[in-house]
């Protein structure tokens, strides 16, 4: 008799806190339709009901606890539609719990019964209200943006492109929606800014020609760079240069890969490209000398020569030619020491002069320009020393002591 009590009395706590949580989401409901509606106190009974076994996997509760966060949203929406005074991070929170609330709550709804039948209640009114929150997700984007928040803004510009894979929101045409390539460009700049280039550029290859298409082709070039990934990285160089022709940095960029990998025939073509662009260019006749230089060197001065008629003061070109002059003066000097007839090294040697005299006003110029230049003042004093100027000799000699 005992036990059947003990049991009895089991059964009637059991059922009254099962009873209990019932009236907490009854609760809930109740608060959030009264006038004035009471969300503080609707969602303190609702998370009642969520954590108690007997209720946290009824989908009423989750369809209610939906209706709770969208209440609460809908509530500082209306602040700060009035008096820009909502709080817009509990906005975000709220439009977040909401959804995953009214997923759940279509999840649990879907399950059969005690009798294995399968009758769904909330199904189509989970679709409505998902749907209806999908703008909340961009407010919640562009607050944390604000904040610079970046990775909660990202996650939630991202929720906002991806409902149409919703489950749920198939079907209804929201891939169409006109807003998800701008958002995909955010959800790109949030992940720059938060210093995710690997993600960054998951986003930006989807928006490239269509959206800002001459800043996120030269940002994906960079986080491609970053990211130590070759191939995309000259795939976007090249893309680049077809797409925007009059962009030099494309074409640049191809050039100093192509040079430091030592494939100069590639590097040669596409400076040819860039010139065909921009003739008028310095710095690219003078990129095309140095390319030319290790195989044709009477067409690398020809460039050099080019570069410094286009521009008289550009040290780099005025340097590169001197060099020239310099190095074959230098083999020049290697060739007379080697002479043993004495008559016939006179003869040379007094004709050395006219080698040295030759990279003279070049390499002058150019330290005009920079006297920081290491190399110039190296040159300037080999020169000096050969045509016995000695004063400027010792001026030169002395600031390479002192570089």
């Known amino acids: 008799m005992k036990k059947i009590i003990f049991l009895l009395s089991a059964l009637l706590l059991m059922g009254g806190s099962s009873f209990a949580q019932k009236k907490n989401v009854a609760k809930a409901t109740s608060k959030i339709v009264a006038d004035p509606q009471d969300t503080k106190g ?4 609702i998370l009642l009901a969520l954590k108690d076994s007997t209720t946290k996997n009824d989908a009423k509760t989750w369809f209610v606890a939906g209706d709770v966060y969208n209440a609460i949203y809908t509530e500082q929406q209306k602040i700060e539609w009035t008096q ?27 399950l059969p019964n005690a009798k294995g039948k399968i009758i769904p209640k909330y199904h189509a009114k989970v679709i409505e209200k998902v749907k209806a929150l999908q703008r909340g997700f961009t407010e919640g984007g562009s607050y944390y943006y604000e904040q610079k928040d970046y990775k909660n803004a990202l996650r939630f510009f991202d929720a906002y492109i991806n409902y149409p894979n ?85 074409v640049r960029s191809l050039i100093n890969y ?43 001065k020809k460039c050099y020569q080019q570069s410094i008629d286009l521009d008289p003061n550009f040290a780099e070109a005025l340097g590169n030619m001197g060099r020239i002059y310099y190095n074959t003066a230098v083999e020049d000097l ?26 003279l006003p070049y390499f002058e110029k150019a330290y005009q320009l920079n006297p920081d230049e290491r190399d110039y003042v190296i040159a300037l004093r080999g020169i000096y020393y050969n045509l016995e100027m000695d004063a400027k000799y010792q001026e030169m000699d002395k600031k390479l002591k002192s570089m």
């Open 42 to 45: 609707a969602k303190e009974a």
């Open 84 to 110: 820009k005074k909502g709080d817009k991070a509990l906005m975000a929170n709220s439009v977040e719990s909401a959804c995953k609330a009214y997923l759940t709550a279509d999840s649990l709804d879907k």
């Open 166 to 250: 919703i489950p749920q929101m198939q079907g209804l045409g929201l891939e169409k929606d006109t807003l998800i390539p701008l958002i995909t460009y955010y959800c790109g700049l949030c992940a720059t800014q938060a210093e995710m280039p690997a993600v960054a550029v998951k986003y930006y290859e989807k928006v490239k020609d269509n959206m800002d298409s001459k800043w996120i082709y030269a940002r994906l070039s960079d986080d491609y760079s970053q990211l130590k990934d070759t191939v995309n990285m000259i795939r976007m160089f090249k893309a680049g240069a077809q797409k925007f022709p009059q962009e030099s940095y494309y």
């Open 258 to 300: 192509y040079i430091n990998q030592n494939k100069m025939d590639e590097a040669l073509s596409w400076i040819n490209a860039a010139i065909e662009l921009d003739p008028k260019g310095a710095v690219l006749w003078n990129v095309k000398g140095r390319i030319l230089e290790s195989t044709n060197i009477e067409e690398a």
């Open 334 to 359: 290697a060739r007379i020491n080697a002479i043993r007839d004495d008559k016939k090294y006179k003869i040379e040697k007094a004709k050395l002069k006219t080698s040295f005299q030759t990279p």
